[in-house]
C-alpha cells in the first residue's frame, strides 16, 4: 500500500538501501494523520507501514530493522519492524534520542523544567535513568557504540557542558563546557565533536579536535567563514569528521571541518530544511519546506549533491 498525498517530516535509514521516512497523509480521512512509508531499495518505490496513533511525534529513528522511535515530545517504540507501536511513559517530553551498542538513550524535558537521560535496551521497553551530572541533561545526545556523549546545563543556566562516557553510560567523565547557547544538538566523531547550537535569535556551529576540551566556532552566527547566519530554525548534520551540511533556506557544506562553506547545488528557494540526517560518511538526506509542499532530499556523496526522491501519488 502507498501513501497518497505524503508529507516528509523525519528521515531514518539502518543502510543505505533501507529507509523509514516519517510524515503526514492529506488523503487520511480521521486525524491524527501521522504516516510512516519505508523503502528497500533506496527511494525507488515506498510502501506504508503502521504508524503511532499520535500527532504529537516529530522525529524519526531505527537501531536496527526491527526496533525503531518515534518521538518530540511523545516516545513511541516499535519492536517489530513497525507492525505496531507502543507509546511509552518517558516521565516529560523528549528532545533527542539516540542508539548505539544495544541501548537507546533519550533526553527528557520534565514539567519542571530539568531534564534527566533515560537508557533501555533496543529490543524491549525497560527505561531507566541514568548518568550522575553536575546539572542535568537539556538536548545534545549523540551515541555510536559503546561511546555517548550528552550536553548537560547547571541549575543557574549560566553555562553547558559536555559530558562523555565510553561505557554506554555507566561511567561519565566532563569533557569541556559547550558553547554559550540556548541549546545544542551534538554529534560526537571522537575525537571531534560537532555542536549545532541556538545562540538567542539566531544559531551557529562549533567543532572540537580534541573531545570537548576546546571548541571554535566555524558557521553561522559563530564565526565569519563564509556562510551567513542561520535562524534557530536551521538544520544541522555531519557526515564525518571535516564534512558537514547545515542550512534553512539553502543548504551550506564544509570539507574542511567549518573552515569554508559552500552553497550546496540546487537546494534553494526553500522555505526551510527542516530535518538533515547521514546514514553513513556518503549517504543521507534532507527534507525540505517549499511553497508548494514538503520534499525529500538524498545525497551519496556526502551532501555534494542532491536528488529529489518522490514519495505517494
Known amino acids: 500500500m502507498v501513501v497518497a498525498a505524503f508529507a516528509p517530516v523525519s528521515f531514518a535509514a539502518t543502510s543505505s538501501s533501507h529507509w523509514w521516512v516519517l510524515g503526514s497523509s492529506s488523503s487520511c480521512k480521521s486525524p491524527p494523520c501521522t504516516a510512516i512509508v519505508r523503502t528497500d531499495n533506496a527511494g525507488r518505490s515506498f510502501s506504508a507501514v503502521s504508524a503511532p496513533k499520535t500527532g504529537q511525534v516529530h522525529e524519526l529513528r531505527f537501531a536496527d530493522p526491527r526496533n525503531g522511535f518515534a518521538f518530540g515530545p511523545e516516545l513511541w517504540s516499535t519492536h517489530d519492524g513497525a507492525r505496531a507501536w507502543n507509546q511509552v ?5 523528549v528532545v533527542q534520542l539516540a542508539a548505539g551498542d544495544g541501548w537507546v538513550y533519550a533526553v527528557v524535558r520534565t514539567a519542571s523544567g ?17 548518568g550522575k551530572f553536575a546539572g542535568f541533561p537539556i538536548g545534545g545526545l549523540s551515541a555510536g557504540g559503546a561511546t555517548v556523549t550528552v550536553e548537560t546545563q547547571d541549575r543557574s ?39 549545532d547550537c541556538s545562540t ?30 542561520e535562524p534557530n530554525s536551521a538544520s544541522f548534520a555531519a557526515a564525518s569528521p571535516a564534512v558537514a551540511v547545515y542550512g534553512y533556506e539553502q543548504l551550506w557544506r564544509t570539507t574542511d571541518g567549518g573552515g569554508h562553506w559552500r552553497r550546496v547545488p540546487g537546494t534553494g528557494g526553500a522555505v526551510l530544511w527542516s530535518d538533515l540526517a547521514f546514514t553513513d560518511a556518503m549517504h543521507g538526506a534532507a527534507v525540505g519546506q517549499f511553497q508548494g509542499g514538503d520534499r525529500l532530499y538524498y545525497t551519496s556523496d556526502g551532501g555534494r549533491s542532491y536528488r529529489r526522491v518522490r514519495i505517494g501519488r
Open 114 to 130: 530539568s531534564g534527566r537521560l533515560l537508557r533501555s535496551p533496543v529490543g524491549r521497553d525497560d527505561w531507566h535513568s541514568i
Open 200 to 229: 538567542g535569535m539566531l544559531s551557529g556551529v562549533w567543532r572540537s579536535a580534541d573531545a570537548g576540551a576546546h571548541l571554535r566556532g566555524v558557521g553561522g552566527d559563530a564565526t565569519r567563514s563564509g556562510k551567513p547566519a
Open 157 to 195: 543556566a549560566r553555562y553547558s557542558r559536555i559530558y562523555i562516557s565510553k561505557d554506554s553510560g555507566e561511567h561519565w567523565r566532563p569533557a569541556g563546557n559547550a558553547p554559550p547557547s540556548i541549546a545544542c544538538a551534538l554529534q560526537a566523531m571522537l575525537p571531534v565533536i560537532w555542536e
Open 89 to 93: 511513559d518517558a516521565g516529560g517530553s
